[in-house]
Each structure stands twice: as structure tokens, then as C-alpha cells.
């Protein structure tokens, strides 16, 4: 596209051309345009907009205000969460500032517009065979490995999740990886929970303790219907990997290896806690697992809602829209992609 100033000279190389006796045919052919071009050039009006005088916009955030938006993301509880997590987090305070967007915006003008925590950019994670309505209906479970202070030893860490919730239902620690750990795992689950048989999915990968023969034999007597993920495809377990994920890259995870069986114990233990009960959940709107599996999270949405009205109306000039939706979907799909597919 052409700028005003060539543009201007350009015409000024025709009118000078035409002066001294070429014609404006010519003239154009050498510059490469057409007379067209330089007849709607010369009709054009001029763009005043550059020189436009532009109010300040009325939602506009005063400098006091942009202060409290950043002390806010800087909070010792709030340095490692992203403003889609600050922003839940200070309306569970009763306290609003700015929507994420603005939070976004104030962080970058700052020069603090990077990535906070340890993590690094989320990739796509597959559609999700089996539908949760609600909780202790469709499970999954896995293993991963936690480092120790012996080179090539390590601790297993073994973990149930609630799909719908995301809560930690059951978490284990052993010295090593077998059907058998798993099977006394699943059933103290399941005593926990109050499942009934024929009510729950349990889905999990491929490995030798997911499959072994004392593992399938409990999930017979429990009741508890198995799923495998699809033969070669690492992701199709993603709600456990993602919860491995998490823990592997929050500010709780040691710096230093594990110093001993009960030490990793321990901390497992206390993630654990920490997940389900304090951690808020980005597929949940940032309430916590807890409050999802035990049916608080509609209250808490609620709240979250008369604060946002509150804020418009006392603001109303800064919504150009409602406020935002917190509303939760009643269902979780585990695969869905293979269960369309095959339907």
C-alpha cells in the first residue's frame, strides 16, 4: 500500500512532467501507475485522522488504579498465578480491580508480560469415550516417578483422579511399580468414596501395573469398569499427565531430590492437600477440586457473580458488555473424539 507521502510525490513528479510537456499518460507509465490511480489520488480527500485530536477513553484507569492492579499481581500469593487465576482470587476476597484482560494489558505497559511459574506454554490437549455428570463416575489413574537423592532410584508415586472434579481421590507412594500396590490402592479408593459397583470408569494407559492380572481381578470384584488409553497414543490418559504436570512444575516442587521413602511421602501428602482444597482449578473457573466433588462450587460462582455486579454497577461505563459468565458445564467427556467416532 502506498503512503500519503509517495503519494505526494508522485503527483508532484506528474504535475511537473505536464509542465514541461509530456503528457500524463507518459508520465504515469514511467512511475508504473495508471491515470486512474492518480485521478483518484487527486479527488481523495485528506486523511485528517493522524492530526485528530483523541479524548481520553472514559474507562480509562487512573494511575492510582493501575498501581493497585499491579501490587495485586505482585502479592506473594498471587506472584505465581496468571491474572485468569488473580482476578477469581480477589473476587473470592470480596475485592475487584480489573478484568484479566486489563490485568494482562497493565503487566505488559510494566514490563512484566512473561510467563509466571514454571511452566511453559500449554499445548492443545485432546478431546475427552466416557461422560462424568458428576462425581465418582468416570476416574482415571496413573503412575510417575519421584527422583531421589540415589542415582538411577526411585519412588513411585501412585495417583487416582475424579475427571469431573479433578480432585486427588486416592495418592500413594511406593518403592516400586506393581498390579498388586495398585489393587489395594484402587480398593481403599473406592471404600473412601462410598462407590457402589457398576457405577464407575476407571481409565488408564497401557503399562504392566494397569493391566496386570491382580489389578484387573480387583477392578472385577470392585465392580469398577476399566478403559485403556488407544494402542501408541501417549495422550490419551491427559487429565492424569496433566496433574502430573501441574505438580512437577508449581513453586511446591522441591528443588532437591527425595531424601527417603517417607519424605516423599510427606510431600505427596501435602500436595495433595494443597490441590484439592487451596488450588484453583483453570478447567473448573478456578474454584478449587474440592468444592467441585463436594457440590460448593455453584455457591461460590454466585458469589463470584454479585461482586462482578456490583463492580458494573459502580462502574458502568468500564463493561461494554455483561459481566463475565461463571457458569460451569454439567458434564466431562473422557475421549470424546473416539466416542463420535464410533457412534
Avoid at 105 to 132: C, D, E, I
Wanted: net charge positive; proline share 6%.
Amino acid at each position: 500500500m502506498t503512503s500519503a507521502a509517495d503519494r505526494t510525490i508522485a503527483l508532484e513528479l506528474i504535475d511537473a512532467a505536464i509542465k514541461s510537456g509530456a503528457c500524463q499518460r507518459a508520465a504515469c507509465k514511467e512511475l508504473g501507475i495508471t491515470e486512474r490511480t492518480v485521478q483518484r489520488w487527486r479527488h481523495q480527500p485528506k486523511d485528517r485522522r493522524p492530526d485528530a485530536g483523541r479524548p481520553e477513553p472514559a474507562n480509562k484507569l487512573s494511575e492510582q488504579e493501575r498501581l493497585a492492579v499491579l501490587a495485586a499481581a505482585n502479592r506473594p500469593d498471587c506472584a505465581d498465578l496468571t491474572p485468569h487465576e488473580i482476578v477469581p482470587k480477589l473476587a473470592d476476597e470480596g475485592l475487584y480491580l480489573a478484568s484479566e484482560s486489563t490485568f494482562y494489558r497493565v503487566l505488559k505497559s510494566a514490563g512484566q508480560a512473561h510467563r509466571r511459574g514454571r511452566g511453559r506454554k500449554p499445548q492443545a490437549r485432546p478431546l475427552t469415550t466416557h461422560r462424568a455428570d458428576g462425581p465418582n463416575q468416570v476416574w482415571c489413574w496413573d503412575i510417575t516417578w519421584l527422583p531421589s537423592t540415589v542415582k538411577g532410584r526411585y519412588f513411585y508415586w501412585y495417583m487416582v483422579k475424579d475427571i469431573y472434579s479433578r480432585k486427588l481421590v486416592m495418592n500413594e507412594v511406593h518403592e516400586a511399580e506393581s498390579a498388586e500396590y495398585a489393587g489395594v490402592l484402587l480398593e481403599r479408593a473406592c471404600l473412601r468414596e462410598g462407590i457402589r459397583p457398576e457405577t464407575l470408569v476407571l481409565h488408564s494407559d497401557n503399562g504392566s501395573a494397569m493391566k496386570g492380572a491382580t489389578m484387573l481381578a480387583a477392578l472385577r470384584d470392585l465392580g469398577v469398569l476399566p478403559s485403556f488409553s488407544r494402542p501408541r497414543v501417549s495422550n490419551d490418559n491427559a487429565y492424569a499427565e496433566a496433574l502430573f504436570r501441574t505438580a512437577k512444575y508449581c513453586s511446591r516442587w522441591p528443588s532437591l531430590p527425595f531424601g527417603s521413602l517417607d519424605e516423599a511421602r510427606v510431600w505427596v501428602m501435602e500436595f495433595a492437600a494443597w490441590y484439592n482444597n487451596e488450588h484453583r482449578h483453570s478447567a473448573l473457573k478456578y474454584v478449587t477440586p474440592a468444592q467441585r466433588h463436594g457440590g460448593q462450587d455453584a455457591a461460590a460462582m454466585k458469589q463470584r457473580e454479585r461482586v462482578y455486579e456490583a463492580a458494573q454497577r459502580g462502574n458502568p461505563k468500564r463493561w461494554a458488555r455483561g459481566i463475565l459468565s461463571w457458569k460451569l458445564p454439567g458434564h466431562v467427556y473422557l475421549n470424546h473424539e473416539r466416542e463420535q467416532r464410533a457412534g
